[in-house]
């Protein structure tokens, strides 16, 4: 409700003074009623419905990019393992001593080791789940007293006893 006496200011409205009591007046509300009487009589944006009518928040489609994900994630692995390596190369310059003792060269060759195989886990993880699509079962014709429906596959009428033959 904020958010559309918000909306209403910016687009003028509302005064700044008028925002600021109907929001306090919406943080003390107890029924929806009493939010829906905040914004009864702020004129409606044209082509805009008004907050007090939608039942739900209308907010914009987030794409799904599982793939963009994944390679995000893939891609901070094989930094944790490109980090791993150039540690191993300050332990082990040559034949001179390095700045980090020679005992950690194994466990950051392992830490190496585990960032690749879980980047390449995750990477994959997220290609089959991707290749993989899901399709949401249609929901049953509801066919009431002297009623029919179409079914939507052979055009046949469907009434409550079932198909007609």
């Not at 963009?68 to 901070?76: H, I, K, L, N």
């Not at 980090?100 to 980047?119: E, H, N, S």
Request: proline share 12%; with cysteine.
């Amino acid at each position: 409700m904020i958010e559309a006496l918000k909306d209403a200011f910016v687009s003028g409205r509302l005064t700044r003074d008028e925002l600021g009591v109907r929001a306090g007046q919406a943080l003390t509300a107890r029924t929806y009623a009493d939010l829906a009487a905040l914004t009864a009589d702020i004129p409606a944006e044209p082509g805009v419905v008004p907050a007090s009518v939608r039942t739900q928040p209308v907010r914009p489609p987030r794409p799904s990019r599982p793939l963009a994900r994944a390679a995000a994630r893939s891609g901070g692995w094989l930094a944790v393992a490109l980090g791993a390596v150039q540690l191993i190369h300050l332990a082990d310059p040559g034949p001179t001593a390095g700045s980090i003792p020679r005992a950690l060269i194994g466990p950051l060759f392992l830490v190496a080791l585990a960032a690749i195989v879980t980047a390449l886990a995750s990477l994959g993880s997220a290609a089959v789940s991707a290749s993989i699509r899901v399709t949401p079962a249609r929901p049953a014709p509801i066919c009431g007293p002297g009623r029919a429906r179409r079914r939507p596959d052979d055009g046949r009428p469907v009434t409550r006893a079932g198909p007609s033959r």
